[in-house]
């Protein structure tokens, strides 16, 4: 009994400590982005989010990604897990340039942490649609 109370002081001691500091994690690494979190702060900026479609993220080198109808016009949002040295990589070089070249064919790109937008440039509201992806 003496143990078990000794472990759930040190339990709530811990709690208090990381509460008053804000250690929410132990790394200096800004929060992974998610894709869904993405999704909603899209909504939450106004935006109409309708159809969701699976994309073939492997094509390029991304751990995950989808096509996303936004007010009707396609976009297509990768995620790359930037612990791995070419997927980092990558998205360093796509944010040096705003290109992603597919088939050897450079794609205009917006880069935020780990995701990666493309196909966005016909969208009627272009530029709002950048600011909310760089806003996330």
């Known amino acids: 009994m003496r143990r078990l109370s000794g472990i759930l002081m040190l339990t709530l001691f811990s709690a208090m400590i990381c509460a008053q500091t804000g250690c929410s ?17 899209f909504k939450s900026c106004g935006f109409k989010v309708g159809k969701v479609e699976n994309v073939l993220y492997q094509a390029v080198k991304a751990s995950d990604g989808i096509v996303m109808y936004i007010d009707g016009a396609k976009v297509e949002v ?3 897990n930037l612990k791995l040295a070419k997927q980092k990589r990558r998205v360093e070089q796509i944010a ?3 290109k992603m070249n597919i088939l050897t064919i450079p794609v205009p790109a917006v880069v935020n942490g780990n995701l990666v937008m493309l196909t966005y440039t016909r969208h009627p509201k272009i530029h709002e649609i950048i600011k909310a992806f760089k806003s996330f």
Not at 27 to 32: H, Q, W
């Open 96 to 98: 040096k340039t705003g």
């Open 25 to 41: 994690t132990l790394s200096n690494e800004p929060p992974r982005k998610t894709i869904p979190g993405l999704f909603d702060h």
């Open 78 to 80: 990768y995620d790359y």
